[in-house]
């Protein structure tokens, strides 16, 4: 299993511009979560989905977006980006949304807004 | 406010010597705890989650609601130990994948 895979690995952009980051779970996974890493700093949770709907939203503004697909990948999408958007964007999946249900990382999207 | 605090930025020991990687939380409710680790040029990977209360890579971690703390400790320390801790919080009915972090212990073990 080639885990969780996330795309692009590094992405510098414009202020202003938007993005779109890719995320495939694990086989079998039908629950995804975004975090944002900022250099320094542990993950901030961003939002959950859970079978294409959205199960847990974190304190992020409304220029972040997410959707889940069908076949449980998802997208993240930040509108007008700011400086302070670069950061490291890591997506997680898990098998469900239990207390059981452990969760693995991808590697994670540089992203640089200059 | 929900908030998991990792008062020390790096930690460095000798091989051989016992590690504590310190862990406060803030929580209203009841919390689950966790330890995440990241070694060098790999991904985020659970290490250890206080429901288990079990020993992993010689790592164990004590929830300690009292104090409000969840402390990762070894009590000999390895050179392939070096990596960087996290410890985190969940809540929302205890959802791996909402997950509240704290900033990180950087872990040096010296030869």
């Known amino acids: 299993d080639a885990g969780v895979t996330q795309s692009p690995t590094h992405l510098i952009k414009t202020r202003g511009q938007q993005v779109t980051l890719r995320c495939s779970p694990i086989?079998?996974?039908?629950?995804v979560s975004w975090y944002q890493q900022v250099l320094g700093q542990g993950p901030q949770f961003i939002f959950q989905?859970?079978?294409?709907?959205?199960?847990g939203r974190g304190n992020f503004p409304d220029r972040f977006s997410a959707r889940q697909f069908p076949n449980y990948s998802s997208e993240l999408n930040v509108n007008a980006l700011l400086l302070g958007d670069s950061a490291l964007y890591l997506c997680?999946?898990?098998?469900?949304?239990?207390?059981?249900?452990?969760?693995?990382f991808g590697e994670g999207s540089w992203l640089t807004v200059v | 406010a929900q908030r998991v605090t990792q008062p020390e930025k790096l930690l460095s020991v000798f091989k051989g010597a016992p590690v504590e990687l310190k862990c406060n939380y803030s929580?209203?409710?009841?919390?689950?705890l966790f330890w995440y680790v990241q070694y060098s040029r790999q991904r985020l990977q659970l290490l250890l989650r206080?429901?288990s209360r079990e020993s992993i890579k010689g790592f164990t971690a004590d929830l300690n609601k009292g104090e409000t703390s969840f402390h990762l400790k070894k009590p000999f320390a390895q050179e392939e130990d070096s990596a960087m801790y996290y410890c985190?919080?969940?809540?929302?009915?205890?959802?791996?994948?909402?997950?509240?972090f704290g900033k990180g212990t950087k872990l040096s073990v010296k030869p």
């Open positions: 997680a999946s898990s098998g469900g949304t239990a207390s059981g249900n452990t969760i693995y």
């Open positions: 086989s079998g996974h039908k629950s």
């Open positions: 989905y859970y079978e294409k709907e959205e199960r």
């Open positions: 929580y209203s409710g009841s919390p689950e």
């Open positions: 206080h429901i």
């Open positions: 985190a919080l969940s809540h929302y009915g205890g959802s791996q994948g909402n997950l509240i």
